[in-house]
């Protein structure tokens, strides 16, 4: 597969893993409704803004063109840089104008862009100096950063069960192999406890994910909510029965867990302890 080079790539990937994850600050909406929900105009670095998509973007998106940075105060042959600061202020208006109308030509007519965008502002990075998730970090959030830590892949919102702790869950297999007359079959299978009975096709790679966090079944108390309790617990296995893969075993996040090994193990559950056990970069 070919892979694309440059000079000093090592150091930019070490730059890019280094870099913490930034809260998106929603600002404003302007032009077509309809459209600016999934146009983003970022006010921020580059490549901080880059790493802030990365959860909700990692695997659809291919590929990223960028525009050369401004104000470099550097006069290319066709496009002079050097100008003074509110010089560019007066000149970026009546563009960011053309954005939101839709004007079609170069890439916008490329990527077919229609017009309107929302607005927003990189604000703090999720975790703090000490590790700690931020006070503005919302279940939303932090479900897609984690899914997209555990996964590699974009978190959607028809993948769990909204308002539930149920984020979804992910195989890196298809759940069958194409044979050559274009028949599939499975590729495990599970033993019955009876002989005559078929056996059960079932994905040994197959995880599903919960999140325990800011609340979401409607208690904050330490002793519910966020904590992983035995009512809890049962709480999530009658939702996780409910699911498409209820055979799956569970990943949970939590701030604690009130639990032993052997529950859990019997539950076919893995617990991960927030904010420790989530990664901050």
Known sequence: ????????????????AQLPYCLREPVSSHGDAQHAADNRFIQGDNLEALKALLPFYRGPVKCIFIDPPYNTKSAFEHYDDNLEHIQWRSMMPPRLQKVVDGEQGGISQAVGWQGGLSFARLGAPIFDADGCIHPGVRFATLAAFIWQQETGTALYAAQGQGGTPYLGTYSVFDGCLR???GRERPIFSKISDTPEAPPVPVLQSRTAYYLLFNGILGDKR????NVLTSAVLESLLALHASTAHPEAPLVVYGEACRLGPA???????????????VKAR
């Open 222 to 225: 330490p002793a519910s909510g």
């Open 1 to 16: 597969m070919p892979t694309l080079d440059w000079l000093n790539r090592a150091a930019a990937f070490t730059t890019a």
């Open 263 to 277: 529950r859990l193990a019997q539950a076919r559950v893995v617990f991960k302890h927030i904010p420790y056990e």
């Open 179 to 181: 044979l050559p007359d």
